[in-house]
């Protein structure tokens, strides 16, 4: 039974093996760890678009073999946001991702990731209090405690995250330095529309005329980028961002500019920063970043 496998065959045209309990993860990584090779992982909540896919061609790139995850946590979604809603489907998830270059698919179920009587939580203090830790209060406890789980029950070499969710990166990299979870943590570019909107599983929520209205969230974003590196202040910069983005439909969640690596807060100034948002479309909330110098 320990050396059970389980292959499942997606109707769509590329297979790949999933496992579903930690057992049969950690069969798997043995095997190829013995055999010298070593690991990415690259976890996902599923709903599967081309930044995820190229998170796996990058982790393709690092390591002989790169393990996707699937697993929709409940715990990173607040009372009233779209824990039930979010988009699922795991056969077409299952072929995006072989596509891109996965080895092994982990699909673990709430069961397993956490059985009865589940008490534990990780906490990264400081860097998870504003921006999205402020509007989302225990979204990143959520976070930290089921990527701690993946990492400790996976234990791959690296493991790609997307710098598309900037803060979640940084949390991550305090938790595994904090903890010693012997795993490098590797940043992958955001992976945009022709129009520059950032994708993300949330985009399919947005109306046709959201849809349109979506892409000023980026161009604004690029535009304070470019003007804070001309050498204006941070101040009026995102100040006037910030109308621009309400008066085109956004009701801005926050908008501001910080320390590329500690996230302290920054004023005045400055020829180096991380400028990130959100900003809720109708219903739905996006959330984007741009570096200071812009990256174009
Ligand atoms: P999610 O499934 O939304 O939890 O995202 C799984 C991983 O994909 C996280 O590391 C995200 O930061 C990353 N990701 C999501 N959207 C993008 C994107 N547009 N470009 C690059 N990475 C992304």
Redesign the pocket.
Known sequence: LRRRRIFERCPMATQIEIVRTVADLRTRVRTWQREGENIAMV?????IHK??M??VRQAKQLADHTIASIFVNPLQFGPGEDFEAYPRGEARDAALLADAGADLLFVPDGREMYPEGFATTVHVAGLTEGLCGASRPDHFDGVATVVAKLLLQCLPDIAV??E??YQ?LLVIKRMVRDLNIPVEIVG?A??REPDGL????RNTYLSSDERETAPLLHTTLQQAAHEVASGLALEPTLESAHAALEAAGFRVDYLEARDPVTLVPLSGNVSSARILVAAFLGKTRLIDNVTVPPQS
């Open positions: 976890p996902t909540m599923g709903a930044g995820h190229s998170l995250f997307g598309k969710d979640q992958g955001i992976v950032a994708l993300s599983s």
